[in-house]
Structures are given as C-alpha cells and as structure tokens.
C-alpha cells in the first residue's frame, strides 16, 4: 500500500515515520527509511536516538544509491563494473570515433577531452530525467535548426549505450538495474519509510514502482496538500508535481487509481482554531483513511493571506513551518512549535 503523508517543514511529519517505526520495531517487525544521500548519516543517528538499543536492529536506513546497491548484491549485478568520470569521458570518445562521418556539427570536437566530458554529463542528465536515444532522436526530427545537434547528441548517446552494453555499468544506471532485479519478496515482511525528498529522479521512480509492493510504502513530502491550484507558479508546485507521480506508481504497477494517499497527523476535529474558517484545501484526500490533515482548521482565508504576499514573504514562513499554524491558533500536540530547517 502507497501513503503519502503530506505537509509543510515543522508539522511532524518525520516524527510520525519514527514514531511507526518504534511501533513496528516493538513487535519485532522490520523498517527500512529511504533518506537523500547527504542525510543519511543524520538519519541513522535519529533513528537510533528515538528507538534506542533495544529496537535499532529492526530497522535500517539507506539512500536510494545504498538500497540499490544492497539489492544487486542480494540478486547480482554488484560485480559488473561501474565506470568513473574519466573512464565515461574516454567511453564517449570512442563512441564519437565509431560513428564516423555520421557527425558533422561536433566533429572536430571529438578529440577534444573538455567537449566529451561535457557530453558524459549531459548523457547522465538524460539518464537522470528518463530519457533513451531513441527519444531524444525522435525529438530531434521536430526540433527545427537545433535537430542536427540534438540528433547527432542521440547518436553519440546510442553509440555510447552500445559501447559499454554487456562490459560496464554507468552510475546513473544503478538504480534503474536494481529496480529490476529487486524481487517483490524481499520487501513482504517490510515496510518502507521515504522522507525528506523534495521529488524523485527517473530511476528513483523505477525504483518506487517496486517499493509500493512491500508491506506497507509510506512517503513525506513538503507540500501543502495535492492541488496545485497556481498553475506550477507556487512554492510546493514542483513537490505537488512529484506527488502526483508518486501516487501514480501504485497505478502503474496494479492498473488502478486508488493510492492510499494519508495526509495525517491531527484529526481535524481534535484542535479546531479560533478562526472557524474551512478546513484547507487538499488534504481530503480520495481514498485516505480518515481523511485527517496535518493542520486541523488552517482556514482557507488565512492561507489566502499568505499565498498572497511575496515569495521571500512566503520562503520565510516556509523557514519557520509554523506560520499558518500561527494564524489559525493551532499547536501540535505537545504544545510546542518547533522551528523547522531553513529551505
């Protein structure tokens, strides 16, 4: 089952995955906590600190990178090689030298080392974003006077592919090669925390496709609710873009609509705030069990009144994660606001 638990910096949003995590780890099942790559370290300190010596051992913390090395060394793939910077750079040169007189526009940059490096980058990038040779050549034909370049840059991507197929592993495919070879029943009896991502890479989403068939798959996200209601302009647009598609990955593995989407944390019933204003919007989500929000009555004319100022204005209400909690009088449970990182 995919959850998503959703809600801006400061709503305790990680202190419910910890809290799930103790409870879990107190009937001696087990957790694994997907965090970014700089806050792993962090993460395993937290994680130690609030379940202690005696539960720690039933959960593990990974990145995405660590994760999928674990699974290819649980089920292969670990031992193929995996090239460094330099060894991509000298891969795109040999890849540009097969080629021949198929390229015109970059051809007296082949034996330039400064010009294959920046198109080992520009590969990983598209590697990053999802996308193969065959796209970038069938965008090309509909790209006007840029088509020559972007097609002869699908070229040297397909040669470059063909090149290391069967003998090496670029970085950026790692992930995408774990996804693969992860087989749903390592996860049966575990359940997946992922917190702390603004969103997720191509391969990072190929990954979450496979994640959603554990126990249970529960994702945070910094954002103020599904709805989107600023046309991308808004603060949390790009993290609401990303859940959508997180939402989406259980869709696309079992061809049906109806992720779990739990905005939780406070029943909106508990705290109501002295404005008396609506609830906000976004956080009834279709399908959610209980349909709770992280803010109990956030009114919608208080929301309007932040939205409304500028971007600094709304940046620095962000820092604080307590501003609209501010405005509609409402605490979290313990009655402390706790001032969240800076964004």
């Keep these: 089952m995919l959850r998503l638990i959703l809600g801006i910096s400061g709503t305790g949003k990680t202190g419910r995955v910890l809290a799930e995590m103790k409870v879990r780890a107190a009937a001696r099942r087990r957790s694994i906590l997907l965090v970014p ?3 792993s370290s962090s ?8 379940l ?7 959960a593990e913390v990974y990145s995405f990178t660590s994760f999928a090395e674990l699974v290819l060394k649980t089920f292969g793939g670990a031992a193929v090689k995996t090239l460094t910077d330099a060894a991509r750079a000298v891969a795109v040169r040999r890849a540009m030298d097969t080629l021949g007189d198929e390229l015109q526009a970059y051809r007296r940059h082949r034996r330039s080392t400064g010009f294959c490096s920046m198109c080992a980058d520009a590969i990983k990038e598209l590697k990053t974003a999802g996308a193969s040779p065959e796209t970038l050549l069938d965008v090309a034909r509909t790209a006007g006077e840029d088509g020559g370049k972007l097609h002869e840059l699908g070229l040297i991507f397909a040669a470059y592919e063909a090149l290391i197929a069967g003998s090496a592993m670029d970085p950026a495919d790692r992930i995408s090669a774990a996804a693969l070879r992860l087989d749903p029943a390592f996860l049966a009896d575990k359940a997946v925390f992922i917190d702390n991502f603004d969103g997720f890479t191509a391969p990072e989403y190929r990954m979450l496709e496979k994640l959603v068939e554990a126990e249970e798959c529960t994702v945070t996200l910094c954002c103020d609710g599904l709805s989107d209601n600023e046309a991308g302009l808004g603060l949390f647009s790009p993290v609401k873009n990303g859940a959508e598609s997180t939402a989406h990955c259980r869709q696309a593995e079992r061809g049906d609509r109806r992720a779990a989407c739990d905005a939780g944390g406070f029943s909106p019933q508990e705290r109501p705030g002295p404005c008396g204003g609506q609830p906000m919007p976004g956080f009834r989500c279709a399908g959610s069990a209980g349909a709770r929000g992280l803010f109990c ?7 309007r009144r932040v939205q409304g100022r500028s971007l600094p204005h709304r940046r620095a209400c962000a820092r604080t994660g307590a501003a609209l909690r501010r405005r509609c009088g409402h605490l979290p449970r313990d009655g402390r606001i706790r001032r969240a990182p800076a964004i």
Aim: charged letters at 25%; proline letters at 0%.
């Design 297 to 303: 009555h956030a009114c919608r004319r208080c929301l």
């Design 37 to 39: 790559e700089q806050f």
């Design 52 to 58: 202690g010596d005696a539960f720690s051992a039933c």
């Design 43 to 50: 993460a395993e300190t937290m994680v130690y600190r609030s």
